[in-house]
């Protein structure tokens, strides 16, 4: 059972879909991904693959003055985009996000699945989204091998981010908030520890102007070379812990 806050996926907005998906591939060996028709409503075409039970996701704008345009026009280019994190209690979460006055820019409420997606001037570096599946180990979003259960897979998957802000100390406090955990300190890098997950989340200053979600750390099946796709730094280790 889940027991706390789980990163289950990041995107990434890239211009080129799929030149993207084609390094995913040749860095990671993933499968095919999964092509999500849902997300047509925001002017978005996108790729889903899954990384062990966790999920990596390309997004690419398919029509003018989406989100995810201006999110590359202010960016000056592909970067990182979004982190959608599994809840046990969304319920619980949407009410402590509305009691600290984090805004909500978009939310869905299905059978199987529910999100939340943060304004991101009230929780910088990303677009933050608090999610819950039922069963825990499905995942509609990653399409209908998800959908009510979980297919065979590897057990490695997502270890955690690192993200580039003005402040990271006050950056942190917020997604702390959302998530409902506290803020550490780890060798000068301000971090949220998502412990049940064996996962974490760290804040450093940024470096460059366009700051956001710079490294995205997995724990593969066996050790890759670091790569830069899409504005992100993707660093896997071999089993074990990031």
């Known amino acids: 059972m889940l027991a706390g806050p789980r990163l289950r996926q990041i995107a990434v907005v890239a211009a080129d879909l799929a030149g993207t998906v084609r390094q995913f591939q040749d860095a990671f060996g993933w499968a095919d991904p999964f092509a999500d028709p849902g997300v047509g409503q925001f002017g978005l075409v996108n790729a889903v693959f899954a990384a062990g039970d966790t999920f990596v996701e390309v997004v690419s704008p398919a029509e003018p003055e989406t989100t995810a345009g201006r999110y590359l026009a202010s960016r000056g280019g592909d970067s990182g985009y979004m982190a959608i994190f599994q809840l046990p209690d969304l319920a619980q979460a949407r009410r402590r996000v509305a009691d600290a006055g984090i805004r909500v820019i978009w939310s869905a409420d299905l059978p199987d699945i529910a999100g939340t997606h943060l304004h ?34 590897a057990d490695p998957g ?12 006050a950056a942190a406090a917020r997604w ?11 060798g000068g890098t301000v971090t949220i520890d998502l412990v049940q997950a064996r996962q974490d989340l760290r804040f450093v200053p940024v470096s460059d102007q366009a700051g ?17 796709i899409a504005g992100v730094r993707f660093v896997s280790i071999a089993g074990g812990t990031a």
């Open 120 to 153: 991101p001037k009230d929780v910088p570096g990303a677009i933050v989204s608090l999610d819950w599946a039922n069963p825990p180990q499905s995942w509609h979003w990653a399409g209908p091998e998800w959908i009510g259960r979980a297919p065979e897979h």
């Open 212 to 228: 956001g979600i710079a490294e995205v750390r997995l724990i593969t099946e066996r050790e890759r070379p670091p790569v830069q």
């Open 158 to 169: 997502l270890a955690g981010i690192t993200v580039e802000v003005s402040d990271p100390a």
């Open 176 to 186: 702390a908030q959302a998530l409902g955990l506290a803020v550490t300190g780890n």
